[in-house]
């Protein structure tokens, strides 16, 4: 079956750029500084979710006052933001560009579908963002992932029907969000997200030709 396939859309923390790490440590230091257990396994569970889930999962039932958690989320933020002046263009993963470029090249629109409010600075320090078509981040949508919202605002800004287009996702709750949306979903990393129609380690090697064959076959 050859697909009729118009856009990619890309998260961006985990597949683009290795910021999954830098909200890590973020969580990591209030997780710290406020005595709350917090190992590098529980952090699996907050890939791709918003901040306000991630505060949650790293509280895991802890009850805390209105006040507290947006001050959490505030120091938290501002842990994230201080860490991305090491960002620079060196940062893209391997093989994004290239993946980015034969995909531009071969007619297909590119998206960005970050659940992020930082995602338009990152994209500026990687000095990517006008590669893309459209980029939808943590200010287009109310619902987040594992909501397919964000996926259908992106992919509305793209003209792009969900079956005309591939996620590509380092994160279960963001397979979840472009299965749901009925989209193509490529599971990218060692997370959970086994019930993407294709996984691949990482996007060095991969090839927007193949990709599309693969996932039509
Ligand atoms: C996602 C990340 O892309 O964005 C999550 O995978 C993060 O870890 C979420 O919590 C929200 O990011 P921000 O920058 O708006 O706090
Ligand atoms: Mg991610």
Same mark, same amino acid.
Do not use: E, I, L, P
């Given at each position: 079956m050859s697909l009729d396939i118009r856009a990619f859309i890309f998260d961006l923390d985990g597949v683009i750029t290795d910021t999954a790490e830098y909200h890590f440590l973020a969580w990591k230091r209030l997780a710290d500084e406020e005595g709350i257990p917090f190992t590098r396994q529980d952090n699996e569970a907050l890939r791709g979710v918003s901040r306000r889930e991630s505060l949650n999962r790293m509280l895991k039932g802890r009850p805390i006052d209105e006040a507290t958690a947006q001050n959490y989320m505030q120091r938290k933020n501002d842990y994230y933001v201080a860490s991305l002046s090491e960002i620079t263009p060196a940062a893209v993963l391997p093989g994004a560009i290239n993946l980015l470029d034969e995909a531009h090249a071969a007619g297909i629109l590119i998206g960005m579908g970050s659940a992020s409010k930082n995602a338009r600075p990152v994209l500026d320090k990687l000095g990517i #963002?006008? $590669?893309?078509d459209a980029i939808g981040d *943590?200010?287009?949508?109310?619902n987040t992932k594992p909501a397919p919202d964000l996926f259908i605002w992106t992919a509305g800004r793209l003209g792009v029907s969900p079956t005309q287009a591939v996620v590509f996702e380092d994160a279960e709750a963001g397979v979840a969000a472009a299965l749901t949306g009925g989209f193509w979903a490529v599971g990218i990393g060692? #997370?959970?997200? *086994? $019930? #993407?129609h294709l996984v691949l380690p990482d996007l060095a090697n991969a090839h927007a030709k193949e990709i599309v064959a693969a996932l039509g076959s």
């Open positions: #963002a006008y $590669k893309f *943590g200010y287009s949508v109310v060692t #997370a959970d997200v *086994g $019930k #993407a």
